[in-house]
């Protein structure tokens, strides 16, 4: 049996290629492009970062699923991405493995993309899968196209420049419907319980859930020390967004929440006002891995009160 297969594909884009590489690297826009014709993604988890993980659902026209995972080997910002992809049985056991390789080169002011796919670990199971792989890469990167062209001309993409660099973006499907993740993102008793990093517990003060509301609340670290904490509600719209500004340091949270089959698809947006001060959180506070486990334990806590 063969035991690798190689695949490679080039594009030219009538694109920037930092409005190219954002919309491979943002999980709300990836999953408007992803996948053959026809299919939808409604998971889409990417943690783009080397060791970042990724899931991504891929739901068929006649609504089969096609689970895979991965890894982020690679980043460099706006020029090269590589990462590990999986397509994935039944029982969540990988099929085959891919490692691809994404260039973005400038050519004038378009980007010319060439994807070099490496496909090993080939199971017995996988040839149904990998016969198609050619023309599934190229419909998808035809949507790739079509979504760019769209957004381009409907202004959406024009001003990537705007949180490129000072943006952390968590999605994750969550195994309950948006009332009740609403309710435990809203309720002081529920939030209390499962906000923060690891180790950190919570005393709510105050939270005014509505525009102009105040919230605060006294994280509580693991070591003892207590951080201060104070928002400002922006937007609030129940069982669907919820955007605050948190005063020091300062950055932006949209939070949405968006049902799939009586599941809640969350998006976790984090918007500094630089990409300095993104880095210095990041450094000082490690507001990147927070995050992630800031999503983990709500997924355990809600887990936990549904049974």
Same mark, same amino acid.
């Given at each position: 049996m063969q035991e690798k297969?190689?695949?490679?594909?080039?594009?030219?884009?009538?694109?920037?290629? +930092?409005? =190219?590489? @954002?919309? %491979?690297?943002?999980? +709300?826009? =990836?999953? @408007?492009? %992803?996948?053959?014709?026809g299919f939808t993604n409604p998971v889409c988890e990417i943690d783009v970062r080397p060791g970042g993980a990724i899931l991504i659902h891929m739901q068929g026209p006649d609504g089969t699923v096609y689970p895979m995972d991965g890894m982020y080997h690679e980043i460099v910002e706006p020029e090269r991405l590589v990462f590990m992809s999986a397509a994935l049985d039944d029982k969540g056991s990988r099929l085959f493995e891919v490692l691809n390789t994404i260039t973005f080169a400038e050519e004038?002011?378009?980007?010319?993309?060439?994807?070099h796919a490496t496909v090993s670990k080939i199971t017995?199971?996988?040839?149904?899968?990998?016969?198609?792989?050619?023309?599934g890469w190229s419909q998808s990167l035809v949507r790739l196209g079509e979504y760019v062209k769209k957004n381009i001309?409907?202004?959406?993409?024009?001003?990537?420049?705007?949180?490129s660099g000072?943006?952390?973006?968590?999605?994750?499907?969550?195994?309950?419907?948006?009332?009740?993740?609403?309710?435990?993102?809203?309720?002081?008793?529920?939030?209390?319980?499962?906000w923060g990093p690891n180790?950190?517990?919570?005393?709510?003060?105050?939270?005014?859930?509505r525009p102009d509301g105040v919230w605060e609340f006294v994280m509580h670290g693991p070591d003892g020390t207590d951080y201060k904490n104070k928002s400002i509600y922006q937007e609030i719209v129940k069982n669907e967004k919820i955007v605050f500004v948190h005063l020091s340091p300062k950055f932006k949270v949209t939070v949405t929440f968006e049902e799939h089959r009586k599941k809640t698809l969350l998006t976790w947006r984090m918007l500094f006002e630089s990409a300095e001060e993104l880095n210095?959180?990041?450094?000082?506070?490690?507001?990147?891995?927070?995050?992630v486990q800031n999503v983990d334990k709500l997924e355990a806590y809600l887990i936990k009160i549904e049974n």
């Open positions: 297969k190689e695949l490679e594909i080039s594009r030219l884009y009538n694109a920037p290629r +930092e409005l =190219l590489f @954002r919309v %491979w690297t943002d999980p +709300e826009h =990836l999953a @408007r492009w %992803w996948g053959p014709a004038g002011k378009k980007t010319k993309l060439t994807l017995a199971d996988a040839w149904q899968y990998l016969d198609g792989m050619n023309q001309s409907d202004g959406a993409l024009q001003n990537s420049d705007d949180t000072r943006e952390l973006v968590i999605t994750r499907l969550l195994n309950a419907p948006p009332e009740l993740v609403w309710k435990v993102w809203t309720e002081p008793d529920h939030i209390k319980n499962w180790g950190f517990t919570n005393t709510i003060d105050k939270m005014e859930v210095r959180v990041v450094k000082v506070f490690k507001a990147d891995e927070g995050l």
